[in-house]
T-cell receptor, first 113, second 116 residues
């Protein structure tokens, strides 16, 4: 089975721009979560999508948004980029079930200049 | 934020030694715990998990211990190898609460360095 695929791997954007990151989950996984990883704050939960619906949201401003498509692929968008948005953005997918481990992609390294 | 990444704890061991990485979790309602390994340039990789109705679980060369009384989790790695060098994160989830779903709350991480 192919793992979680995130594109692009690296991205450089200018402050004020917007960006869209993509995540393809493991085949059969319907839950996709997004995390932001920075040296200062560590790994922080952004949101989770299941069946095209956002089920849970972390403590991030409204500039951070996401969506999920019918094939479970997900995108996250960050508008009006700030320097502090520079981070590794990680996507994780899970099967359904009471408890299921999350499999992470390699992440998208976003640098805002 | 919920996870502070400044000044990660470090653990340095010799190849062949046993390693113990500790984690204090925050939510007494958490009922599922996971250890992840993250190598440079990669996403976190699942190592082992444990539910709150257990206090110990063993995998291949790894053991996780859970002490709910003091909200403490530990990862033991036997016969540590240079390939085990990475950052190790514990993560918690409140599944039974019904509201956290896929939300994992991560600890700050511990840098493990294994010397040949």
């Amino acid at each position: 089975k192919a793992g979680v695929t995130q594109t692009p791997r690296y991205l450089i954007k200018t402050r004020g721009q917007q960006v869209t990151l993509s995540c393809s989950p493991i085949s059969g996984h319907r839950s996709v979560s997004w995390y932001q990883q920075t040296p200062g704050q560590g790994l922080q939960f952004l949101f989770e999508y299941f069946s095209e619906t956002q089920r849970n949201k972390g403590n991030f401003p409204g500039r951070f948004s996401g969506r999920q498509f019918s094939n479970s692929r997900s995108e996250m968008n960050v508008s009006t980029l700030e320097l502090g948005d520079s981070a590794l953005y990680l996507c994780a997918s899970r099967e359904l079930g009471e408890v299921a481990e999350a499999f992470f992609g390699q992440g998208t390294r976003l640098t805002v200049v | 934020g919920e996870s502070v990444g400044l000044h990660l704890p470090t653990l340095s061991v010799q190849e062949g030694d046993n390693s113990i990485i500790n984690c204090a979790y925050s939510n007494s309602a958490s009922d599922y715990f996971i250890w992840y390994k993250q190598e440079s340039g990669k996403g976190p990789q699942f190592i082992i998990d444990i539910r709150s109705n257990m206090d110990k679980r063993q995998g291949q060369r790894v053991t996780v211990l859970l002490n709910k009384t003091v909200k403490h989790l530990s990862l033991q790695i036997a016969a540590t190898q240079p390939g085990d060098s990475a950052v190790y994160f514990c993560a918690e989830n409140n599944w039974a609460g019904g509201t956290s779903y896929g939300k994992l709350t991560f600890g700050q991480g511990t840098i493990l360095t294994v010397h040949p």
